[in-house]
């Protein structure tokens, strides 16, 4: 139980071009999504929390208006990287909570999306 | 400013030996506490939760926290060499679901 899928699994754009990320939450219903950014030999930065039918809420330093999230139901959340440059290139990764779960405050990760801006 | 801190690494063990991972947090109010690990160019895997002070084992790993001095560990006894990879401390803290994350340290297990 509690798996998490992410598609594409890796993308490549060319600059200027907008790329859409899928979280989809698969055996159970993710109340919120949390959407990550990982560079090289870095750690996870949290970019966004979303909670399912209300706007996500971003972390200091992210753009809201570069990084487009929807939660538009309990099992898919989207992030969308708009005007992509070559600095957006990194490992996107989203976790979700929800019901049921081990614990209330276990996050379940996806697998990630590597995304290179040409 | 809210921290988790952890030894970058790497941390060589031989395969068999116990590998101990350590991680510092400074918030006092943190409530839940995690360990995963990361293999290269993988998202991370839940390996342990810790709620309460004290120890809690799951087979080979064993999660360690100690709320008064602020640090949890994670002991991994009879290492493998597959158990090779950055593991990354994460706590979470009372009223938020959002997780802070350490850096990670990056563990050889040396066959």
């Known amino acids: 139980g509690a798996v998490v899928s992410q598609h594409p699994s890796w993308v490549i754009c060319k600059s200027g071009t ?8 698969l055996d159970f219903q993710a109340t919120t999504m949390f959407w990550y950014r990982q560079f090289p030999k870095q750690s996870l930065m949290l970019m966004a929390t979303s909670n399912e039918g209300s706007k996500a809420t971003y972390e200091q330093g992210v753009e809201k208006d570069k990084f487009l999230i929807n939660h538009a139901s309990l099992t898919l959340s989207t992030l969308t990287v ?3 440059h070559p600095e957006d290139s990194s490992f996107y990764i989203c976790s979700a909570r929800g019901i049921p779960s081990g614990s209330v405050n276990e996050q379940f990760f996806g697998p990630g999306t ?3 801006v040409l | 400013q809210k921290e988790v801190e952890q030894n970058s690494g790497p941390l060589s ?3 068999g030996a116990i590998a101990s991972l350590n991680c510092t947090y400074s918030d006092r109010v943190s409530q839940s506490f995690f360990w995963y690990r990361q293999y290269s160019g ?3 895997e839940l390996i342990m939760s810790i709620y309460s002070n004290g120890d809690k084992e799951d087979g080979r790993f064993t999660a360690q926290l100690n709320k008064a001095s602020q640090y949890v ?3 991994i006894r009879d290492s493998q060499p597959s ?3 950055t593991y990354l401390c994460a706590v979470n803290t009372r009223g938020t679901y959002k997780y802070i994350f350490g850096t990670g340290t990056r563990l050889k297990v040396l066959a």
Do not use: F, G, W
């Open chain 2, 13 to 15: 063990v031989p395969e």
């Open chain 1, 82 to 84: 708009t005007s992509a």
């Open chain 2, 42 to 44: 993988k998202s991370p």
């Open chain 2, 73 to 75: 560990s994670l002991l």
């Open chain 1, 18 to 25: 907008s790329v859409k990320i899928e979280c989809r939450s």
């Open chain 2, 83 to 85: 158990d090779s990879a």
């Open chain 1, 114 to 116: 590597r995304l290179t």
